[in-house]
C-alpha cells in the first residue's frame, strides 16, 4: 500500500513530556500538511511544507510545537511540554496537486 | 478567513438517497471537496468540484454547486450501512482548505 502512513497511531503522555510523531507521505508528493482534529471538529491546519520548505504555520502551532521535513520526504512533528488541551487527533496529508490525501492520523491523549 | 457551515446530523434509510448540505462564505473559494471519515480512520477525499462548475457526477455520487448562495451539496443515491460515516465538507482557494465540523451520516435498515 502506498498510502500516507503515520506512527506511532496512539500515543498517551504525562503532562509535561515531549512527543513526536512521524509521516510518511505517498512517494511522489511534494506537499505535505499536519492538521488537528478535536471530537465534533472538522481537521485545523497546523502546518504546510513544499518538499522541505516550511511555506505556511498556523496561529495554533504556539512555540510548543515544531515540524520539519529534512529531505523533502517523511516529516516530523514535536510537540514539546505537552499540555491536556494538546489531547487531539494528529492527521497528516499530502498531495501532489490540489487534492490531498490523509493518513490514519496519531491519536494522543496527555494524562 | 473561510468559515464553513454543515448540518450535524442526518439519517436515513438505506436505499434511499441522503443529500449533505454545506454553505461556505469566502466567494473566491475555488476549490470545494467532500471528504468521507469513518470511525477512527483518516479523510478520503471523495470529490471535488471547481468553482466554475454547477455539477460533477461520480458513480453514486452527485455535487451540486450554488456559487451565488455559496451552498454546496453532495447526493448520495441508493444509500448503503456502508456510507454511515462523517461527511466534510471543505473550502479554499488557497492549498489549505477550511474544513467544516462534519455530518454524521447515520443509515438504517
Known amino acids: 500500500d502506498t498510502g500516507v502512513s503515520q506512527n506511532p497511531r496512539h500515543k498517551i503522555t504525562k503532562r509535561g513530556q515531549n512527543v513526536t510523531f512521524r509521516c510518511d507521505p505517498i512517494?511522489?508528493?511534494?506537499?505535505l500538511y499536519w492538521y488537528r482534529q478535536t471530537l465534533g471538529q472538522g481537521p485545523e491546519f497546523l502546518t504546510y511544507?513544499?518538499?522541505?520548505?516550511?511555506?505556511?504555520k498556523s496561529r495554533l502551532l504556539s512555540d510548543r510545537f515544531s515540524a520539519e521535513r529534512p529531505k523533502g520526504s517523511f516529516s516530523t512533528l514535536e510537540i514539546q511540554r505537552t499540555e491536556q488541551g494538546d489531547s487531539a487527533m494528529y492527521l497528516c496529508?499530502?498531495?501532489?496537486?490540489?487534492?490531498?490525501?490523509f493518513g490514519p492520523g496519531t491519536r494522543l491523549t496527555v494524562t | 478567513g473561510e468559515d464553513v457551515e454543515q448540518s450535524l446530523f442526518l439519517s436515513v434509510r438505506e436505499g434511499d438517497s441522503s443529500v449533505i448540505n454545506c454553505t461556505y462564505t469566502?466567494?473566491?473559494?475555488?476549490?470545494l471537496y467532500w471528504y468521507k471519515q469513518e470511525p477512527g480512520a483518516g479523510l478520503q477525499l471523495l470529490t471535488y468540484?471547481?468553482?466554475?462548475?454547477d455539477m460533477k457526477q461520480d458513480q453514486r455520487l452527485t455535487v451540486l454547486l450554488n456559487k451565488k448562495d455559496k451552498h454546496l451539496s453532495l447526493r448520495i443515491a441508493d444509500t448503503q450501512t456502508g456510507d454511515s460515516a462523517i461527511y466534510f465538507c471543505?473550502?479554499?482557494?488557497?492549498?489549505?482548505?477550511?474544513f467544516g465540523r462534519g455530518t454524521s451520516l447515520i443509515v438504517h435498515p
Open positions: 496529508a499530502s498531495s501532489l496537486s490540489r487534492e490531498q490525501y
Open positions: 512517494s511522489e508528493h511534494n506537499r
Open positions: 511544507f513544499q518538499n522541505e520548505a516550511q511555506l505556511e
Open positions: 469566502d466567494s473566491s473559494s475555488t476549490y
Open positions: 468540484i471547481f468553482s466554475n462548475m
Open positions: 471543505a473550502a479554499g482557494g488557497s492549498y489549505i482548505p477550511t
